[in-house]
Antibody, heavy 121, light 108 residues
Framework: QVQLVQSGAEVKTPGASVKVSCKTSGYTFSKYGVNWVRQAPGQGLEWMGWISGHNGNTAYAQKLQDRVTMTTDTSTSTSYMELRSLISDDTAMYYC??????????????WGQGTLVTVSS | EIVLTQSPDTLSLSPGERATLSCRASPSVSSVYFAWYQQKPGQPPRLLIYGASTRATGIPDRFSGSGSGTDFTLTITRLEPEDFAVYYCQQYGSSSLSFGGGTKVEIK
């Protein structure tokens, strides 16, 4: 079955960077992409960006494009999301979700369990 | 950027009642690129509906989606205890995807 398994919780200080991994299994990695979505405590869902498992193309939310980088390792079917220059407002649960392989315009049919990132001095 | 506005913020209903959730898009969205998700506390979201009206795998038929352009609706015909949750709409028709703010369906 399709599975997305994320790395564990992180605690970072303001100004630091965090890198979250999303290891996928149960499907052909190159036929799909991975989206990243975050959710601040008690708040709604915010789309951060998408990376193609086919060719590594990316699309980032304008608000975050200067601070976020998404990458893939096709040899391990793993996607990574790195967020730099962290501020307290980046404290959130971060999810990866399977989406389109060639374009980002596809619904998210499977989700990871989430990774809690806490930014605190 | 496409903005999605959900209403109401909270819906208080009893098991067995009908729930009607709304999502308004500005500007309009093709129904091909519209989805609904359910999220329960401590869990990731789960896909319910895509293409505005197609149920995802394993979703019971008491859930239905409709709408086009700027107005979309999620209907739950008879609420079961496990349906009390937060529901989000999503558009994925542009290179900048977005979610609505959510509607919480709570037990009255």
């Amino acid at each position: 079955q399709v599975q997305l398994v994320q790395s564990g919780a992180e605690v970072k200080t303001p100004g630091a960077s965090v890198k979250v991994s999303c290891k996928t299994s149960g499907y052909t990695f190159s036929k799909y992409g991975v989206n990243w979505v975050r959710q601040a405590p008690g708040q709604g869902l915010e789309w951060m960006g998408w990376i193609s498992g086919h060719n590594g193309n990316t699309a980032y939310a304008q608000k975050l494009q200067d601070r976020v980088t998404m990458t893939t390792d096709t040899s391990t079917s793993t996607s990574y999301m790195e967020l730099r220059s962290l501020i307290s407002d980046d404290t959130a649960m971060y999810y990866c979700a399977r989406g389109g392989g060639v374009v980002p315009t596809v619904h998210f049919d499977s989700w990871g369990q989430g990774t809690l990132v806490t930014v605190s001095s | 950027e496409i903005v999605l506005t959900q209403s109401p913020d909270t819906l208080s209903l009893s098991p067995g009642e009908r729930a009607t959730l709304s999502c308004r898009a500005s500007p309009s969205v093709s129904s091909v690129y519209f989805a609904w998700y359910q999220q329960k506390p401590g869990q990731p979201p789960r896909l319910l509906i895509y293409g505005a009206s197609t149920r995802a795998t394993g979703i019971p038929d008491r859930f239905s989606g409709s709408g086009s352009g700027t107005d979309f609706t999620l209907t739950i015909t008879r609420l079961e205890p496990e349906d009390f949750a937060v529901y989000y709409c999503q558009q994925y028709g542009s290179s900048s995807l977005s979610f609505g703010g959510g509607t919480k369906v709570e037990i009255k």
